[in-house]
């Protein structure tokens, strides 16, 4: 919803490529292309970060990508069902956020998904 601020953040380190195709195994040449463009970032794993809007296939081009390069794909939406069907304290919490049509609070999002990294 705000990529030019986004974008301003990451100025100097990500550089925007638009990729229009058809299939995952088409994006090959373009992600190793972004990787090695990456010079002035940090030394770490290269993290992907694919935005778009619902029903645009964001979770499908992340499930290729992760299984192609032998990358982590991290959902937080599979994280937060996971968390409502095990029927704990946060999954209630999250489950009631959802009904009301609301967000789920960030420091559980951050707490969630720093529980599934260890």
Not at 44 to 71: D, H, N, V
Not at 98 to 105: A, M, N, T
């Amino acid at each position: 919803m705000n990529i030019k601020g986004v974008k301003e953040q990451y100025k100097g380190f990500i550089y925007e490529i638009a990729l229009n195709v058809a299939k995952p195994e088409d994006t090959r040449f373009a992600i190793k292309w972004m990787i090695q463009v990456k010079a002035y970032s940090p030394k770490r794993p290269p993290r992907l970060i694919i935005l778009g809007p619902p029903g645009s296939g964001r979770a499908t081009q992340a499930r290729a990508l992760a299984k192609r390069y032998g990358l982590v794909h991290i959902s937080t939406m599979n994280l937060l069902r996971n968390e409502i069907s095990k029927k704990t304290e946060r999954g209630n919490i999250i489950s009631d956020a959802i009904k009301k049509g609301e967000l789920v609070p960030d420091d559980l999002i951050m707490s969630i998904i720093e529980n599934w990294i260890k």
